[in-house]
């Protein structure tokens, strides 16, 4: 159980365009679900939270017009790129945390996603 | 607030060996505290984690850890490294208030190579 998935693993894309990376909870609700960004041989970089249905909380000096958070439903939140530049290359990595008794606390980490922005 | 450290970038040990990679925590309130692994490309697998019951902590694949507060360390031990331990460990604090927005803050990491 408490499976999470990310689309896609691996994408290309040219500068100035924009890409949306999808985040799901395959067997559990997701009332809040983190985006984190990790550049080589580097933590984990928080990035932002959210919960369903509300506007994201970004972290300090995360640019939310530039990376857009969308959680709409229980299972789904998705991390759009917009007007991607060879500096947002780098391993976007989703987690979710279910609400239900018995899930409590526990992050589930999705398997990440490289973007090459070229 | 809250921190985490991993001294040490990288660690080498040889097979059958002992793994100890260190954690020392702060943190303003009573943490939760995990570790993670991380293979190339891949995201974290959850190791071990302690919730404020017992101070020894059993994990996954042999690893263990022990939360000793007067030290604020969570240290992560192995009798016997395989080759297949050899990946990113990475030590991560929380604060212990379920259903709060509450963040996971990581250390920045531990290599870990297994020499055959």
């Known amino acids: 159980g408490a499976v999470v998935s990310q689309h896609p693993s691996r994408v290309i894309c040219k500068s100035g365009t924009s890409v949306k990376i999808e985040c799901r909870s395959l067997?559990?609700?997701?009332?809040?679900m983190f985006w984190y960004r990790q550049f080589p041989k580097q933590s984990l970089m928080l990035m932002a939270t959210?919960?369903?249905?509300?506007?994201?909380?970004?972290e300090q000096g995360v640019e939310k017009d530039k990376f857009l958070i969308n959680h709409a439903s229980l299972t789904l939140s998705t991390l759009t790129v917009t007007s991607a530049h060879p500096e947002d290359s780098s391993f976007y990595i989703c987690?979710?945390?279910?609400?239900?008794?018995?899930?409590?606390?526990?992050?589930?980490f999705g398997p990440g996603t490289r973007l090459t922005v070229t | 607030a809250q921190s985490v450290t991993q001294l040490g970038s990288h660690v080498s040990v040889s097979e059958g060996a002992l793994v100890l990679l260190r954690c020392n925590y702060s943190?303003?309130?009573?943490?939760?505290l995990f570790w993670y692994v991380q293979y190339p490309n891949q995201g974290l697998q959850l190791l071990l984690k302690?919730?404020?019951?017992?101070?020894l902590v059993k994990g996954i694949n042999g690893f263990e850890a022990e939360f000793k507060k007067s030290e604020t360390s969570f240290h992560l031990t192995k009798p016997s490294a395989h080759m297949s331990d050899a990946a990113e460990y990475f030590c991560?604090?929380?604060?212990?208030?379920?259903?709060?927005?509450?963040?996971?803050?990581f250390g920045k990491g531990i290599t870990l190579s297994v020499r055959p």
């Open positions: 943190s303003s309130v009573p943490p939760y």
């Open positions: 987690s979710a945390r279910g609400g239900a008794k018995g899930m409590g606390y526990e992050q589930y």
């Open positions: 991560a604090v929380s604060v212990a208030m379920p259903g709060a927005n509450s963040k996971l803050t």
């Open positions: 302690y919730t404020s019951a017992a101070t």
């Open positions: 067997d559990f609700q997701a009332t809040t």
């Open positions: 959210s919960n369903e249905g509300s506007k994201a909380t970004y």
